[in-house]
């Protein structure tokens, strides 16, 4: 199968959106490698503490603003064969550092406590890329992470342009730190060649990501995309060496959980055979729901499983 690769640049990044009307900045065949080097961050978020801008990233300032509210996604990749109906499968094979530097930031009226901030807040991160650590002001140091927070399709043409800021059925703003190197992700395709994009990349999060952001920066991600013509999905899903991960999105949290859990209902009646109260019980003995996030306009809540508890009777 065939090596790409597309960096990020004016001509290779949309900004704020999604929509099935992008042309695709590359087309590839299902089975075929992509690597997609990103960046983050507007104009406002850029340090001024000797930490280098990366020529790319400065040049999309100088020639874009975003469509709407949201992040430098780079893409959209084509892959030819892919049909709304059907699922996009993106094996994640690898995930580095871009640059040796990364924001976090809080705001008024932003994060899951909107009301208990009155300031404006941002922290330039050294990232150390050999020691795979990042370096808090106060001196504290935090082991990396990376993934991206930002995976998608497109969404079905009669949804128009949106923003990337909600996690949706297509994917985008997910911010499910399971999602690394050695993951593969499962997205419903809606509209032709799936149009796949990514951004949004952190070096580390915990759950929640409360203040609204992770430690945002730049990464470069290498993904194996293929079409699964054989699977049907609503939401997304996912399945990590050790298990197996559905998710759910809504402006509420209950709605979530009530979603990712019947999904993972489904997952296990389907793989195993058991009745579906039988596998309402597996979950409540050895699944853990998770809060994704709770601070993008839709919340999210993934629910996990260990692989190894997917048996039937013997």
Not at 149 to 171: D, E, K, Y
């Amino acid at each position: 199968m065939a090596l790409h690769r597309v960096d990020a640049a004016p001509e290779t990044v949309h900004w704020g959106y999604f929509d099935a009307g992008l042309p695709p900045v590359l087309t590839v065949e299902s089975g075929d490698t992509v690597t997609l080097s990103t960046v983050s961050g507007g104009p406002d978020m850029m340090p001024a503490n000797g930490l280098s801008i990366p020529p790319a990233l400065s040049a999309i300032h100088a020639a874009m603003t975003p469509k709407l509210p949201g992040h430098i996604c780079t893409g959209p990749v084509a892959v030819r064969g892919a049909r709304p109906g059907a699922v996009l499968e993106v094996r994640i094979k690898e995930i580095e550092l871009h640059y040796d530097w990364g924001f976090t930031y809080s705001a008024p009226q932003r994060g899951a406590l909107p009301d208990d901030f009155e300031a404006f807040h941002v922290m330039h991160l050294p990232l150390d890329r050999e020691r795979n650590v990042g370096r808090l002001p106060w001196g504290l140091e935090i082991e990396l992470k990376p993934f991206f927070g930002v995976m998608a399709v497109a969404p079905p043409p009669s949804w128009g342009a949106l923003s990337t800021l909600p996690p949706r059925r297509n994917g985008g703003n997910l911010d499910n730190k399971e999602l690394v190197a050695g993951t593969t992700l499962y997205l419903p395709i809606h509209a032709e060649g799936a149009l796949f994009s990514v951004g949004d990349g952190h070096g580390v999060q915990g759950d929640g990501e409360v203040c609204v952001t992770a430690i945002e920066t730049g990464l470069i991600g290498t993904f194996e995309l293929v079409v699964r013509d054989d699977m049907s999905l609503v939401w997304p899903m996912a399945e990590t060496p050790t298990h197996v991960i559905t998710m759910a999105f809504d402006p509420t949290l209950d709605a979530c959980v009530t979603t990712a859990l019947r999904l993972m209902l489904d997952l296990i009646e389907a793989r195993t055979g058991l009745t579906r109260q039988e596998a309402y019980a597996l979950c409540s003995l050895a699944a853990d729901l998770r809060i994704t996030q709770v601070v993008n306009g839709n919340k999210g809540v993934h629910v996990m499983l260990e692989k190894r508890m997917l048996r039937g009777r013997d």
